[in-house]
């Protein structure tokens, strides 16, 4: 089941809808740590199999650091066609997106992406699809079996 974040700002946007965390905790739209060049490849392999005529706002999350020991998350998203990647932050003053300070209503990474969602001025693109953790595991999977192929 999902949960419907609320929106603000922009009207007509459509609300962001993130599912649940697992039994796990788990958020399906968290990744694990992975490279800059790994996020790109992702989004656009995963806009490609989706056969995405307009791969605008689909985005995923991945975690600044690979110790995952700051509260420090990559946002990569799609732009003008091309992945960008921006910085969302929980410091004392509050969250962040690339070092603007949202407003002290905004407490979590899921308030950042609703509101993202909403398109407020500073932000280039309404968020739309995100990618889930499933295919990065696809992915890898592929990415083996094309090595073994290479090898026999």
């Known amino acids: 089941q999902q949960q419907q974040q609320q929106s603000r700002g922009a009207g007509?946007?459509?609300?962001l809808r993130l599912?649940?965390?697992?039994?796990?905790?788990n958020r399906a739209y968290l990744h694990d740590f992975m490279?800059?060049?790994?996020?790109?490849?992702?989004?656009l392999a995963y806009a490609g199999m989706q056969r995405m005529t307009n791969a605008e706002g689909l985005w995923l999350v991945r975690p600044r650091d690979p110790d995952l020991t700051v509260q420090e998350w990559?946002?990569?998203?799609?732009?003008?066609?091309r992945p960008s990647h921006h910085i969302a932050q929980q410091t004392d003053a509050g969250m962040t997106i690339?070092?603007?300070?949202?407003?002290?209503?905004?407490t979590s990474l899921e308030q950042v992406l609703a509101f993202l969602n909403t398109g407020p001025d500073f932000w280039p693109v309404p968020l739309k699809e995100f990618v889930p953790r499933s295919a990065?595991?696809?992915q890898q999977q592929q990415q083996q079996q094309q090595q073994q192929q290479q090898q026999q």
């Open 12 to 15: 007509g946007s459509i609300p």
């Open 19 to 25: 599912p649940k965390p697992d039994a796990n905790g």
């Open 35 to 43: 490279s800059r060049s790994d996020a790109d490849a992702l989004l």
């Open 74 to 81: 990559i946002l990569s998203v799609i732009f003008r066609g």
């Open 98 to 106: 690339n070092g603007r300070t949202l407003d002290s209503s905004i």
């Open 136 to 138: 990065h595991a696809h």
